[in-house]
């Protein structure tokens, strides 16, 4: 498929809002005798947006990611996620929090095993796979090697790669980087961008940290906890694409801790 | 693993000097305290009645042997299968597993007489009991490591819309092998006692005769010596059906060494 066909595909021949995602005062609640881990919480994200979710840990964030990606289902309200004209659904790519590849397979055989459990013909995984490795800025020869002569770094690479083998039309990671050092994860964020800019998925990315929130995002959702739900948003304004330079920006400095006092108020 | 030839021998020296250390200490033990052979006999003694007795104590190893070696492959196909039933119904594994774990206190020698009453004496019978004693660790540690998956990866398949089938084979069953190893390891090694005790009240007939049979039988004769040979001979055979199970894990584990190495 030429770049041409599928940007026409994806523009006019699907409906226009795949990946558009809006919740209704949704809630869920996984026994009855416990408080509700989400309730009445309200979410829009546009088609091809870049939002972060923000909120301290166990406030549901994974179980909101969990609801969109379809894995669970609310108990209260309603939620949309926008697919094909034709009724398929949204293809959703998820990156956990850990990288969660098969131990006994390959870098390559682990990102294609989304396409491999579709049941896509083996040639054209390992095409498909062989170019979103390039893309997730892994070396072809790190294609033959198994997770654990990876680092933690690109363990996650292999991760997202295998998140985006698929193409999906929303990308959802929860705390992805979390576990890596404050220098891995800052390349990783502009990488993410760089992929995000060139394809804009719809992005929902949910973190703990405030200064990866504003730097991806266009829109910074603030999330309490017990129950979860979406107290607070904030704009990002900065134009794309964004480069490293913009952490080290004044009006980047005031938006950070703008946000971390909302998110402080939020929690206290 | 790759140890250099002086590693080694950092490594085996420090047992193989206690075992001979303990050998020249029994030796001596038996000569100056003037120790009947009945009781207990020296190491010279016990070598010199296995050399005596060779072809028997050969022939003894290969009947126990076989049946040990029988009884565990058909424990590891048997086990497997039974936990592969496990992992795909909750409801037979809730139904069958307390039994399988209840099961495996049952003392196996209070129901072997059961087995040659049902059976008959001679090999099968043999093989039998092994099976018993040997199937219980390979049905529990493969169900475990058939059921206890990574949330995370049963998210992931899901996603996908991986079928039933799918998620069998592609992720429990590989996740399964360490298990599987694990849990052979420990099979071998009771497969050797479930064959000995098999053969106390199966192994009498003359083509059968293993070493449960002489260790039985040497001990009215007041052949002391000759039953250290057999008891020796049945440690050596589970030690090798041992390390045996293990290479072939090793081998099959290439790609998990990571996490293997510190089992």
Redesign the interface.
């Known amino acids: 498929m030429t770049d041409l066909a599928r940007t026409s595909a994806k523009g006019t021949a699907s409906s226009p809002a795949v990946g558009m995602i809006s919740a209704r005062q949704i809630g869920i609640s996984f026994s009855p005798d416990q408080p509700a881990v989400l309730e009445g919480l309200d979410l829009d994200v546009r088609q091809g947006e870049f939002v972060a979710v923000l909120g301290s840990s166990g406030c549901g964030k994974s179980t909101l990611l969990?609801l969109i990606?379809?894995?669970l289902d609310p108990t209260q309200g309603e939620l949309e996620v926008v697919g094909q004209d034709d009724g398929r659904r949204a293809e959703?790519g998820?990156v956990?929090?850990?990288p969660?590849l098969?131990?006994?397979r390959n870098v390559i055989d682990n990102i294609r095993?989304?396409l491999?459990?579709?049941g896509f013909p083996v040639a054209s995984q390992l095409e498909a796979a062989g170019q979103i490795l390039e893309m997730v800025g892994l070396q072809p020869e790190d294609g033959v090697k198994?997770p654990?002569m990876l680092s933690g770094g690109m363990r996650m690479r292999v991760s997202l790669a295998r998140a985006l083998v698929?193409k999906p039309d929303i990308l959802l990671l929860d705390e992805p980087f979390a576990a890596l050092d404050d220098m891995l994860r800052q390349q990783l964020n502009e990488d993410l961008l760089a992929i995000w800019e060139e394809h804009s998925q719809t992005i929902v990315f949910v973190t703990h940290n405030v200064s990866e929130a504003v730097f991806l995002s266009q829109q910074v959702f603030l999330m309490q906890s017990t129950p979860g739900r979406l107290v607070d948003q904030v704009q990002v304004p900065f134009p794309f694409p964004r480069q490293a330079a913009l952490r080290g920006d004044a009006e980047f400095a005031r938006l950070v801790e703008d946000v971390s006092r909302r998110l402080r108020e939020t929690v206290a | 693993m790759n140890r250099s030839p002086g590693q080694l021998i950092f490594i085996l020296l420090p047992p193989l000097a206690l075992l001979l250390l303990t050998v020249v200490a029994w030796q001596l033990a038996v000569t100056l305290l003037e120790i009947k052979p009945y009781l207990l006999p020296s190491p010279v003694d016990v070598v010199e009645a296995a050399i005596e007795h060779r072809g028997t104590l050969f022939s003894a190893i290969w009947m126990t042997g076989r049946a040990a070696v029988l009884g565990l492959l058909i424990s590891i196909l048997l086990g497997t299968t039974t936990a592969l039933l496990f992992s795909q119904s909750r409801i037979v594994r809730r139904s069958f597993y307390p039994y399988a774990i209840a099961l495996q206190t049952v003392p196996i020698v209070a129901i072997a007489p059961l087995i040659v009453t049902w059976f008959g004496e001679g090999f099968q019978s043999v093989v039998l009991v092994t099976v018993i004693i040997s199937l219980f660790p390979v049905i529990t540690n493969v169900t475990t490591g058939l059921t206890s998956i990574d949330e995370g990866l049963h998210d992931l398949f899901q996603l996908n819309q991986a079928s039933r089938w799918q998620r069998l084979v592609k992720l429990r069953i590989p996740s399964a092998i360490p298990s599987l190893v694990t849990g052979a390891r420990t099979a071998a090694g009771l497969a050797v006692v479930g064959a000995i005790v098999g053969e106390f009240f199966a192994g009498s007939s003359v083509q059968d005769r293993g070493l449960g049979y002489f260790v039985l039988f040497t001990v009215p004769n007041l052949q002391t010596d000759l039953l250290f040979g057999c008891v020796i001979a049945a440690t050596l055979l589970g030690v090798a059906m041992f390390v045996a199970v293990s290479l072939a894990g090793r081998h099959l584990l290439g790609r998990w060494t990571a996490e293997m190495e510190t089992h």
């Open positions: 969990k990606a379809g894995l959703i998820f956990f929090q850990d969660t098969l131990p006994w095993l989304p491999e459990l579709r198994y654990r698929t």
